[in-house]
């Protein structure tokens, strides 16, 4: 006890203690680790030889065998499927484990410790790990060590045995009662200390082999089968502490040490693999599995690297584990079937979502797919046969639903009503889903560099995805009627929605077929390519209706959305159903429809008549006919909204108003997101969009002055005139642009920006943070066009804005108007510093334009750094350092007279009060950065002065501080002594705060 609260108390000492007296009290203490280490490594293994002789006198001896009965149990257990080398025993494993006799001895379970040597071990363990904590473990960690923390881990496995009596000792009251798993626990927290620390002692390669005997040990005992033939544990009736920790284990192990053993002979990876593999599928519930499953992809990203960087053995160190990873897959696909689980699967909710927008069923079917993905990467043919055949008996049983389709009074009904046979149904529809998903992850594989030589295979999958689709669009199975419409319904739509969205991951296939069909005209991909967007289409365009579950109708339009955009075939507009789809958004179709899936379409339609059609001439491309259509499909969907305009009265009533608000909402919300996507397209593409929504824009401005007051419209009015600045300010023109600001600057009133701020809630921030992103792209063009805005826009910033949110606590605003002074500085520079290089080295002086503009943006900035708000703290930081690394903001003459001092004060302040602790270190750079401009000054001058102004210290202590501040120059070196001084002058305070009145200070 003593030598843990040492531990705890001196080597991270509070602030009661100089620098000095820290360092000292860290090097007294590093000399005594190694006596600490001795000392209480004795203390552990004096009591485990005590309880090792208990064992021996109250036990007759093992039998000879059971040594290797119990290695042999952990590799000859059955795996889920078929033979594979982790199904086999070795001959290694039991060589590489000889040892003398009383290392045999010491594998052998324990039974509980009595409570006096329980309690010192629980002491010891926790001065270990807090030791570990902090001394350097290369130096100091050894073999025996690690060796005794290991047979303490064992207490973690043995709970199980000695409660049941299996064990010739019986508790009594002299024994501890909870069978002593809390050492194992501790002894673990030790291990994960020492892993974590990618610790490499002296002797390297016996520390490798103890760390990998002491694991292999511990994963046989622990997925050991409990039958009485053996002795052992089943991992759900372990310690759950012990399991969390043991797992936390086994991913240091894995993604710090195992590739250290891979290349060497003598160390049984596969084996190890095994038991991993064992461990993985008998943990007691989800979480531990997910943990298990965290492991696998580290070891995954691994071989998936070494692959990637092909290296000359890459293939051959894949091909090596291909079977282990091949039995891993196995697994988990019959995990996620129901056909396979369906007791557990069917406890997984499926209806609640978490933070992260997902089900119980979903998190747990994405962690197990996602380890499936990572080993398709290394395997793809193997994981491709073993889905598709999964995939093709499913869609077997779900296509000959079709036959089970009878009329009856109340329309269409299924005529499947035995309880067994809709269970099996239910099931293979859940199992059809989960493949299509899986299925749908694997797209990337077939794509680039493996698009010809896995063509027949990715071809033969989107032909099923076709038919498929078809059925299901055809037969719309989820308005058919059902004996337990409650059970199948939900699947329909589900297999529906999802045989939609595994076609559309494989859209970048099918773009390539497209390039691919063009470069070679009379080549097969040219008549196999046109029937499958054919049969899409035909297949997803009537499922746009009110009737459509909305499930379906978004994985409907996503689908095509990805075909218009990615896939970009030229034919898609001659389509008939495309053409009337056309006419039927234009006429209202889409009215009522959930907002997302009116986007996607818009967008989509839309996409057909503006992108350019890939591999096509110029000349080709049919823009003036492209351009009409779409002027006249945006005239037609946008129609009620520019009428508003015209509409008597208007501007004076009210209820007009507020009756035209839904309408204008939504359209300015689907014109925001349709310029938005064309944003990064070719400008024949702008240009037509830009032609076709010009009357909205003027229409919207006109608009703007009524709603003002209003910040639910004035912020879908921003979001528009955002997208346009940021996507199309091109093609709309400088004068354009002009007199669109003019209008928001005479709108945005400080009493109007006062109103929608203070009263407006979260809309009205949104108003203000839009407005302020907008100026910012005024900013960041270059040239003068723009160059008159300046001053209005500093004014607005400063004196409008700024006043209002400068005391205010939030975030809201001040990053968005931060990081506008930012652009306003680095783009316009020479608005407030008009002297080029030359005319600098002509003349000392230095000219600068603006100063109570630049003076007032500089306080702000300073400002800032003595408010709370870390991410307005760390964006200015960074603002004020790029500023200087590109502009050399600190060394401009106006910055070093009037603001270096005030921002040094203010950054040594902050260090001092610890108020932002987390940015330490970009603090530390800046002050260095600062301090740097003048090292002279900042020695001589500024740390005196800043020393003279800080109160709670005598002027000896101010001396003594002012001298140990080492007049080094070197960044390192710097930030060492800057350390110093702030922790001494903070402990000066903090102990002459703590005298009574009238001491006397030495």
């Known amino acids: 006890m003593l030598l843990h609260t040492t531990s705890e108390e001196l080597a991270a000492p509070r602030e009661d203690l100089s620098a000095s007296r820290k360092e000292e ?150 024994f501890s009662s909870s069978g002593s798993s809390s050492l194992g626990v501790l002894a673990m927290c030790c291990i994960n200390e020492i892993m974590s620390k990618n610790c490499i002692p002296t002797d390297f390669e016996e520390f490798l082999l103890k760390m990998f005997q002491q694991s292999f040990h511990l994963l046989q005992r622990m997925t050991k089968d409990n039958t009485a033939q053996s002795v052992g544990n089943k991992i759900e009736e372990l310690d759950e502490s012990y399991v969390e920790k043991f797992t936390e284990f086994l991913r240091l192990f894995v993604s710090i040490h195992l590739r250290r053993f891979e290349g060497n002979s003598h160390f049984p990876i596969l084996e190890f693999l095994s038991l991993l593999y064992k461990y993985t599928f008998k943990q007691a519930n989800n979480e531990g599995l997910f943990a298990c499953l965290d492991i696998w992809n580290v070891f995954l990203d691994y071989l998936i690297t070494r692959s990637h960087a092909r290296a000359p053995d890459a293939n051959e160190v894949v091909n090596s584990y291909s079977e282990a990873l091949e039995s891993l897959m196995e697994a988990l696909l019959f995990k996620i079937q129901f056909r396979c689980n369906q007791v557990q699967l069917e406890e997984l909710d499926d209806e609640v979502v978490d933070d992260d927008a997902e089900t119980e069923w979903q998190h747990f079917l994405c962690n197990c797919l996602e380890v499936v993905a990572k080993t398709a990467e290394l395997l793809p043919r193997v994981a491709f046969q073993y889905l598709f055949q999964i995939f093709q008996e499913n869609l077997d049983v779900y296509l000959g639903l079709g036959g089970f389709i009878i009329e009856s009074s109340e329309g269409q009904k299924l005529n499947i009503t035995a309880e067994n046979e809709v269970r099996r149904l239910h099931c293979s529809l859940r199992d059809l889903s989960t493949t299509l998903q899986a299925l749908g992850r694997m797209s990337e594989h077939f794509t680039t560099e493996n698009f010809h030589p896995r063509f027949d295979n990715a071809l033969q999958l989107v032909e099923k995805f076709c038919e498929l689709n078809s059925f299901s669009g055809k037969a719309q199975l989820f308005k058919l009627k059902t004996a337990i419409p409650t059970v199948l319904k939900p699947e329909f739509i589900q297999v529906h929605a999802e045989c939609l969205g595994a076609l559309q991951a494989f859209n970048q296939w099918l773009a390539q077929f497209y390039l691919e069909s063009k470069r070679q005209a009379g080549d097969k991909y040219q008549h196999l390519f046109t029937p499958i967007i054919t049969k899409t289409i035909e297949s997803i365009v ?92 945006m005239r037609r969907i946008t129609s009620e909204y520019c009428q508003i305009k015209d509409v008597p009265n208007f501007a004076k009533d009210k209820m007009l108003q507020n009756r035209a608000k839904p309408c204008m909402k939504r359209t300015l919300h689907l014109l925001a997101n349709h310029v938005d996507s064309v944003s990064g397209e070719v400008s024949k593409t702008k240009q037509i969009v830009f032609q076709s929504l010009k009357e909205c824009i003027e229409v919207t401005l006109a608009l703007f002055p009524v709603y003002i007051s209003q910040a639910d419209v004035v912020d879908e009015i921003m979001s528009f005139y955002l997208a346009i600045i940021q996507g199309l300010r091109v093609q709309m023109g400088v004068a354009s642009i002009q007199s669109t600001i003019t209008v928001f600057m005479n709108l945005f009133t400080r009493e109007q920006l006062t109103a929608i701020i203070l009263n407006e809630g979260s809309s009205g921030v949104r108003v203000v943070e839009k407005f302020l992103q907008i100026l910012e792209l005024i900013l960041q063009e270059p040239g003068s066009a723009f160059k008159g805005f300046l001053p209005t826009i500093i004014n607005i910033s400063m004196h409008q804005i700024y006043p ?199």
Request: charged content about 20%.
């Open 542 to 633: 009537p499922l746009f209706t009110k009737q459509t579950p909305e499930k379906v109708l978004l994985s409907a339009s996503h689908l095509f959305l990805s075909i218009s955009s990615s896939v970009r075939p030229p034919f898609l507009v001659e389509l008939p159903l495309v053409q009337k789809l056309f006419t039927e958004v234009s006429q209202g179709l889409l009215n009522g429809m959930p907002i997302e899936v009116e986007l996607l379409i818009v967008r989509a339609l839309s996409n057909i008549l503006v992108l350019a059609w890939p591999n096509v001439a110029e000349n080709a491309q049919n823009w003036a006919s492209r351009s009409a259509n779409h002027s006249g499909f």
């Open 25 to 174: 009290l860290n090097r007294l203490l590093q000399d005594q680790v190694p006596t600490v280490l001795n000392i209480i490594t004795h203390i552990l293994e004096s009591i485990l030889d005590k309880h090792r002789q208990l064992v021996i006198t109250a036990t007759p001896p093992p039998s000879p065998t059971h040594g290797d009965d119990d290695s042999q149990d952990a590799f000859t257990n059955n795996i889920a499927y078929g033979t594979s080398p982790l199904q086999s025993g070795s001959s290694l494993i039991r060589n590489i484990f000889n040892s003398p006799q009383t290392s045999k001895q010491n594998l052998q379970p324990l039974p509980p410790l009595d409570q006096d040597s329980e309690h010192l071990s629980n002491l010891a363990l926790h001065c270990l790990a807090h030791l570990f904590s902090w001394i350097p473990l290369s130096c100091h960690i050894s073999t025996r060590l690690l060796t005794t923390i290991f047979h303490f881990a064992n207490f973690g496995c043995d709970i199980q045995s000695v409660q049941s009596g299996t064990s010739s000792f019986r508790l009594n009251d002299s």
């Open 804 to 1002: 209002i949110i400068a005391e205010r606590q939030s975030p809201d605003i001040k990053l968005v108007l931060f990081r506008l002074l930012f652009e306003l500085l680095q783009n316009k520079w020479r608005y407030f510093f008009p002297s080029s290089i030359l005319t600098k080295m002509q003349s000392d002086t230095e000219a600068v334009d603006h100063t109570d503009e630049f003076i007032v943006i500089m306080q702000s900035f300073g400002q800032s750094f003595l408010q709370p708000d870390i991410a307005v703290f760390r964006q200015n930081l960074e603002c004020l350092e790029k500023l200087n690394e590109k502009l050399k903001l600190y060394h401009k003459k106006i910055f070093r007279e009037m603001m270096l001092v005030p921002f040094l004060n203010v950054l040594l302040q902050v260090l001092l009060h610890k108020s932002h602790d987390l940015l330490q270190e970009e603090i530390g750079m800046t002050i260095y950065n600062m301090a740097a401009v003048d090292f002279d000054n900042f020695y001589v001058a500024f740390l005196c002065q800043f020393l003279e102004g800080a109160d709670g210290i005598d002027p000896n202590q101010r001396s003594v501080l002012d001298r140990n501040f080492k007049k080094d120059r070197d960044y390192p070196t710097f930030i060492q002594n800057l350390q110093r001084f702030v922790n001494d002058l903070r402990y000066y305070r903090l102990c002459n705060s703590a005298l009574p009145a009238n001491s006397v200070k030495l």
